[in-house]
């Protein structure tokens, strides 16, 4: 053994190669999880600020404020998907036991799986034409009728080769098992994206609709500021001896976010209106007070 090699152990193995493998395997899924989690947060943020005018960027949110948004957009996509493929594993060992008991089924059962393979081709085909524009598919068609059209293929003939008692699959698929695998998986995260911005949307639509579930706003300021009519109430503070920093008050504000020492600032007639968005740095230079109805 050369100087300075590290030694094996007992069984030939080196010590530190089961750490790096067990290293490895860890990581990999948490970082490709933290991933998807921050890209589907910032596709979700960005529809949601995007309605009232605001680019996602100027916020500055954080990688962990991402990643927490994300969540509310991943429930239902996550909560569909594994019910789904509950009710696929349940269908898969009933098919798996009648075939192993070589259970004769009537004609409708031998031929349900051919069936659904048949309605996977169909909704691929949609899938595609849709894709390029053949009719309207909406944001989130395409690839579920992409990914479901080729899962369901696929599932029926498991389902066709578990019927008949027989192993599958068998090695001459494999290869194309493997596209199949990259192609759903493509068109779920194609999916899961135009849900996350599809919900920010309406979770937007929703929130100028009800910006009394957001703080109110009194908001102080020494200069004057500029709001087009009937978007903010202004009042010229009295006078005072010693005479006071702040001059102006305005009301019938809601906090709309507050990010990296900056308030963004809403009317809350907003949705009638389609006003600004004010933009103020949290600091000496106002003065502001909150209020929750």
């Known amino acids: ?150 899962v369901l293929i696929v599932y029926g003939r498991v389902l066709s080769f578990k019927l008949a008692g027989t192993v599958y699959p068998v090695a001459r698929e494999r290869m194309a098992l493997g596209l199949v695998a990259v192609l759903v998986a493509l068109s779920s995260f194609w999916a899961v994206h135009a849900y996350a911005k599809q919900h920010g949307d309406d979770e937007a639509r929703y929130l100028a609709r009800n910006l009394w579930l957001r703080p109110a706003v009194t908001l102080d300021t020494a200069e004057r500021l500029y709001f087009p009519p009937g978007q903010a109430r202004e009042t010229v503070l009295p006078a005072t001896d010693p005479p006071q920093r702040f001059r102006y008050r305005y009301e019938g504000l809601r906090l709309l976010a507050e990010a990296n020492g900056r308030m963004f600032l809403i009317p809350e007639n907003w949705a009638q209106t389609h006003g600004n968005v004010l933009v103020v740095p949290a600091g000496d230079a106002v003065r502001v007070g909150f209020r929750v109805d």
């Open 1 to 150: 053994m050369a100087e300075g090699e590290p030694e094996d152990d007992e069984n030939g193995k080196r010590p530190w190669a089961d750490w790096l493998v067990t290293l490895t395997t860890l990581l990999a899924p948490t970082t490709f999880i933290g991933a998807l989690l921050l890209y589907f947060g910032v596709a979700y943020t960005d529809a949601l600020y995007e309605h009232f005018g605001i680019d996602a960027a100027t916020l500055g949110f954080s990688t962990q404020d991402y990643a927490l948004r994300s969540a509310s957009a991943l429930y239902v996509p996550a909560g569909t998907a594994l019910v789904i493929a509950l009710a696929a594993v349940l269908v898969y060992y009933a098919a798996r036991a009648v075939g192993n008991r070589r259970t004769r089924l009537p004609t409708g059962g031998r031929l349900a799986p051919y069936a659904l393979s048949v309605c996977g081709l169909v909704l691929f085909v949609l899938g595609v034409l849709g894709g390029f524009d053949v009719w309207q598919a909406g944001a989130m068609d395409t690839p579920l009728l992409l990914g479901g059209g080729l």
